[in-house]
């Protein structure tokens, strides 16, 4: 479609941190805007001050309050960041003319379906955090014609702690590690996630989309096949059922995504990938 200015919201995010020079070697001009910069706390007028110059043609979202857990101790919090953050940006989109892509989240679904969720499926929350993101949704279809609103699952990449990278690090250090048989999805590498955001922002047909690696596996497996493919011992990966580690939000047990009208690679593909960075950031395993 011929783009040049894009900002990206959330630059120095675990996303953020591989969309923006992902971009930028497509040649992209990339305008990464940070908690410091443009707060989503902030108005719209100000967020409009600070955007308008860029001239952006499309604005990527990623930027969110992400702390599961934490959106329930503060709920309102989330819902100001999550929520009116979003509809703000919307308006900003909107005045500017610039098409808004919101990334969004498998925490919209309560899990209850028990085959892969397509993105026409009704969400319906489980958690605060799921809820302010749905509500982020719903301020950008409503708001906007030019969007995209693309759910991923499960996400883990080389920037910032994450759940591979933690399960990764306990194993080289022979530590136990506790994961859930009862939660399954499908795990994404931020790097095929890019691939998916670009091939939606150039392909005009706008509306709501499921950007996930593909397959399904529990954590608990997850964790093992992970273990295997990098060579580590599976020893201290221990099975537990959610219920046992008493945490502050309810999760979807299964929301796994179906991806129509996107080509997606298998999440064991992307964890090869992955890999490679993680031996690359640590060579000594
Ligand atoms: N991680 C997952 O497993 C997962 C799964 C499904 C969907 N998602 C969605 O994917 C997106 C990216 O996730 P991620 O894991 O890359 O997130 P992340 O690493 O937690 O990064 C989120 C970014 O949001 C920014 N942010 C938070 N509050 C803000 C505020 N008030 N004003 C401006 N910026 C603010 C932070 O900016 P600063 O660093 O500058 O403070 C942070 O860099 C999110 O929208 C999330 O909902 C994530």
């Given at each position: 479609?011929?783009?040049?200015?894009?900002?990206?919201?959330?630059?120095?995010g675990m996303l953020g941190q591989d969309l923006v020079p992902y971009l930028r070697a497509k040649?992209?001009?990339?305008?990464?805007?940070?908690?410091?910069?443009?707060?989503?706390?902030?108005?719209?007028?100000?967020?409009?001050d600070k955007l308008e110059p860029f001239q952006p043609e499309v604005i990527i979202h990623p930027?969110?309050?992400?702390?599961?857990?934490?959106?329930?101790?503060?709920?309102?919090?989330?819902?100001?960041?999550?929520?009116?953050?979003?509809?703000?940006?919307?308006?900003?989109?909107?005045?500017?003319?610039?098409?808004?892509?919101?990334?969004?989240?498998?925490?919209?679904?309560?899990?209850?379906?028990?085959?892969?969720?397509?993105?026409?499926?009704?969400?319906?929350?489980?958690?605060?955090?799921?809820l302010s993101k749905y509500y982020g949704e719903l301020m950008v279809s409503e708001l906007l014609?030019?969007?995209?609103?693309?759910?991923?699952?499960?996400?883990?990449?080389?920037?910032?702690?994450?759940?591979?990278?933690?399960?990764?690090?306990?194993?080289?250090?022979?530590?136990?590690?506790?994961?859930?048989?009862?939660?399954?999805?499908?795990?994404?590498?931020?790097?095929?996630?890019?691939?998916?955001?670009?091939?939606?922002?150039?392909?005009?047909?706008?509306?709501?989309?499921?950007?996930?690696?593909?397959?399904?596996?529990?954590?608990?497996?997850?964790?093992?096949?992970?273990?295997?493919?990098?060579?580590?011992?599976?020893?201290?990966?221990?099975?537990?059922?959610?219920?046992?580690?008493?945490?502050?939000?309810?999760?979807?047990?299964?929301?796994?995504?179906?991806?129509?009208?996107?080509?997606?690679?298998?999440?064991?593909?992307?964890?090869?990938?992955?890999?490679?960075?993680?031996?690359?950031?640590?060579?000594?395993?």
């Open positions: 479609m011929g783009f040049k200015n894009i900002v990206v919201t959330g630059a120095r040649g992209y001009e990339v305008f990464p805007t940070s908690s410091d910069t443009m707060s989503l706390l902030e108005t719209a007028d100000s967020m409009r930027a969110a309050y992400t702390n599961v857990d934490g959106a329930e101790r503060e709920p309102d919090l989330a819902m100001a960041v999550n929520k009116d953050g979003t509809r703000n940006l919307a308006l900003v989109a909107k005045e500017l003319g610039a098409i808004l892509i919101y990334v969004s989240t498998d925490f919209v679904f309560d899990g209850l379906k028990g085959e892969p969720y397509l993105p026409t499926d009704r969400p319906n929350p489980v958690n605060t955090y799921g014609e030019e969007y995209y609103i693309v759910r991923t699952s499960w996400l883990y990449g080389i920037h910032r702690n994450n759940f591979v990278q933690w399960v990764l690090d306990q194993a080289h250090a022979g530590s136990e590690v506790k994961t859930v048989t009862d939660w399954i999805g499908s795990p994404t590498w931020t790097g095929n996630l890019c691939v998916a955001i670009e091939t939606l922002m150039n392909s005009g047909a706008y509306g709501t989309y499921h950007g996930a690696d593909h397959g399904e596996i529990s954590r608990f497996d997850q964790c093992r096949a992970m273990c295997q493919a990098a060579g580590l011992a599976e020893a201290h990966i221990r099975p537990v059922l959610s219920s046992e580690l008493n945490m502050a939000a309810n999760r979807p047990h299964y929301s796994v995504l179906a991806c129509p009208g996107l080509s997606v690679p298998s999440w064991e593909t992307g964890f090869q990938a992955y890999l490679a960075q993680y031996r690359q950031k640590s060579p000594a395993r």
